[in-house]
């Protein structure tokens, strides 16, 4: 007999169990990530999810200079700290200590940030 449909975030595999996807692990409290590359990759993507949002609020705002820069930062490694060591509660060690987890991808968002937020300002402010 078969049971009702899979959801989408499920994969089988071969043993007969059930693998979750990237996705639905990253919202799991307390996951376990069978690779690192893979809780690395969440990292990086969840900070640009958090470049864009930030970068939109900026320029609606209309937030200036050192001030957006410096609350962008704190907001970022802030909330990606409190998600890796509290949410997911990960060995910090396994992935190159603390620091390493809080840099991944970091300049990568904040060039994000910055475009977004430029575009923005420029487009709602600008005269």
Not at 14 to 41: H, I, P, Q, Y
């Amino acid at each position: 007999m078969t049971s009702g449909p899979r959801r989408r975030d499920e994969v089988s595999v071969a043993n007969g169990g059930v693998k979750l996807s990237t996705w639905s692990k990253a919202l799991r409290c307390r996951a376990v990530w069978d690779e690192k590359d893979e809780f690395l990759d969440v990292i990086y993507w969840f900070r640009q999810i958090i470049a864009v949002i930030l970068g939109i609020i900026w320029g609606i705002v209309p937030l200036k200079g050192f001030l957006g820069i410096a609350i962008f930062c704190i907001i970022n490694a802030g909330l990606l700290y409190v998600y890796f060591s509290s949410f997911q509660q990960v060995d910090e060690e396994e992935y190159g200590g603390t620091w390493e987890l809080t840099k991944e991808g970091f300049m990568t968002s904040f060039a994000l940030f910055l475009v977004v937020w430029i575009i923005f300002y420029t487009a709602l402010h600008y005269e």
